[in-house]
């Protein structure tokens, strides 16, 4: 191994990269849904977005608290389990927009999962911000992928496709709920169903040609 490859491990290694996530991470939204705390995170170094809950996610991380005045979210740090027991602060930051690819959040009033904040159907002016029952069918939705979720583009007596439940199910519970997010941001533009379909179809392609 090169000098080079070495310097690209020194740069990058999976063993430092737990302990820099209170850095590279930020919490953008959180939302109490059924009496569970629910929080949006977003890495600023991958751009990914992150739900975590008390259940562990797709990447094994877990919310284990929420520390702050839940009236004001700029004060909240979310307490998150990753590699085995380690726990990292992760404080609450603005969503950062990057080469027009924003972070996606959550509304930031604090309740009980009840319709508000957004756009399209409940009314708001950024599109990229999730109500929590928004946030709460994304989720549900990528652990049950036959039931589909108001932003696919699917009418709700409509069978979804075979083939795209095939792709569904080829995905991790993260990188459905990822792109379940995301679709939501869709349907808060005004993004027609018909349309909503193809960038569903086409994101889950990208994601299944990832793997």
Not at 21 to 42: H, N, P, Q, Y
Not at 85 to 97: G, N, Q, T, W
Not at 125 to 137: A, C, E, G, N, W
């Amino acid at each position: 191994m090169s000098g080079e490859n070495f310097s690209e491990l020194r740069e990058h290694s999976p063993f430092l990269r737990t302990l820099n996530l209170s850095k590279s991470l930020i919490l953008t939204g959180v939302a109490t849904i059924e009496g569970d705390a629910i929080a949006t995170l977003l890495d600023l170094e991958t751009r990914e977005t992150y739900v975590v809950s008390k259940e562990a996610n797709g990447a094994g991380w877990s919310l284990v608290g929420v520390k702050g005045d839940e009236s004001d979210i700029e004060s909240l740090t979310a307490q998150v389990k990753v590699a085995g027991s380690e726990v990292v602060s992760i404080r609450y930051a603005k969503s950062p927009s990057v080469s027009g690819t924003p972070g996606v959040s959550v509304s930031t009033r604090i309740g009980d999962g009840s319709r508000g904040g957004g756009t399209g159907p409940h009314g708001g002016p950024d599109p990229r911000v999730l109500t929590p029952d928004q946030l709460s069918d994304a989720r549900n939705a990528a652990r049950n992928i036959k039931a589909g979720f108001q932003a696919d583009g699917y009418a709700d007596n409509q069978t979804i496709p075979p083939e795209v439940v095939s792709k569904i199910s080829k995905l991790s519970v993260q990188q459905r709920e990822s792109i379940n997010v995301k679709m939501f941001e869709y349907r808060n533009r005004g993004v027609s169903s018909r349309d909503r379909i193809q960038i569903y179809n086409r994101l889950l392609d990208r994601e299944v040609s990832r793997r």
